[in-house]
């Protein structure tokens, strides 16, 4: 098992940036395929980026792409979300995932480990 805890959430305006962080402790982390969603008051839990366990692929939603960056330190065990450009819709809980198992890179079902989320803000 990984346990998980997000970090770097706040509130930022519009066009500004964030960076956020999660660490991972337990079993070895370069198993593990990472990913970050996020969750707005009254919506689904949205694919925001994920990462491939060497760190070598990233994938991204339209919504995201061009804006935001995932990256991992396998040595430091912990997986970052630098997020630029800003948007209020950006606004919701960012999500730290773990997939161990195969699986879709873009689908929350298919990732069995979560953080407990930190709370990002953009005002307009």
């Known amino acids: 098992q990984v346990q998980l805890v997000e970090s770097g959430g706040g509130l930022v305006q519009a066009g500004g940036s964030l960076r956020l962080s999660c660490v991972a402790s337990?079993?070895?982390?370069?198993?593990?395929?990472m990913g970050w969603f996020r969750q707005a008051p009254g919506k689904e839990r949205e694919f925001v980026a994920a990462?491939?366990?060497?760190?070598?692929?990233?994938y991204y939603p339209d919504s995201t792409k061009g804006r935001f960056t995932i990256s991992r330190d396998n040595a430091k065990a912990t997986v970052y979300l630098q997020m630029n450009s800003l948007k209020p819709e950006d606004t919701a809980i960012y999500y730290c995932?773990?997939?161990?198992?195969?699986?879709?890179?873009?689908?929350?079902?298919?990732?069995?480990?979560w953080g407990q989320g930190t709370q990002v803000t953009v005002s307009s």
């Open positions: 990462i491939s366990r060497g760190g070598e692929d990233t």
């Open positions: 995932a773990a997939r161990y198992l195969s699986g879709s890179y873009y689908e929350a079902d298919d990732y069995a480990y």
């Open positions: 337990g079993r070895a982390f370069s198993s593990y395929v």
